[in-house]
């Protein structure tokens, strides 16, 4: 059943909940996971945040980095000149530029 104009406003509202909350989960978990080394399992987690939508400095950052403990440096590339590109003043800049030059020399 399709929804009136009426009803739209609301659930245009929760789904952005919706989808709000699975991305803060998946950002949560790929983070804990990649503190406790399981890089694989974080890509997976926050690679599914970033296909939803989230593009944040910790999700480009942590999800260049665990692809480059997997040894994938071109999603490592990827994912880094992104970040850098998107967010030039945020606090791990100049590593993920190391991490860039390093895979490039």
Same mark, same amino acid.
């Given at each position: 059943? #399709?929804?009136?104009?009426?009803?739209?406003?609301?659930?245009?509202?929760?789904?952005?909940?919706?989808?709000?909350?699975?991305?803060?989960?998946?950002?949560?978990?790929?983070? $804990?996971? @990649?503190?406790?080394?399981?890089?694989?399992?974080?890509?997976?987690?926050?690679?599914?945040?970033?296909?939803?939508?989230? #593009?944040?400095?910790?999700?480009?950052?942590?999800?260049?980095?665990? @692809?480059?403990?997997?040894?994938?440096?071109?999603?490592?590339? #990827?994912?880094?000149? $992104?970040?850098?590109?998107?967010?030039?003043?945020?606090?791990?800049? $100049?590593?993920?530029?190391?991490?860039? @030059?390093?895979?490039?020399?």
């Amino acid at each position: 059943e #399709k929804l009136d104009d009426s009803q739209r406003p609301y659930y245009e509202q929760l789904n952005e909940f919706i989808q709000s909350t699975l991305n803060n989960n998946l950002i949560n978990q790929g983070l $804990e996971q @990649y503190n406790n080394e399981q890089y694989s399992d974080a890509v997976n987690s926050l690679l599914a945040a970033y296909n939803n939508g989230a #593009k944040t400095p910790a999700v480009l950052y942590y999800l260049g980095r665990a @692809y480059d403990w997997n040894s994938d440096h071109e999603n490592t590339l #990827k994912y880094l000149r $992104e970040y850098v590109a998107e967010y030039p003043d945020d606090e791990n800049v $100049e590593i993920a530029d190391q991490i860039i @030059y390093n895979i490039m020399n």
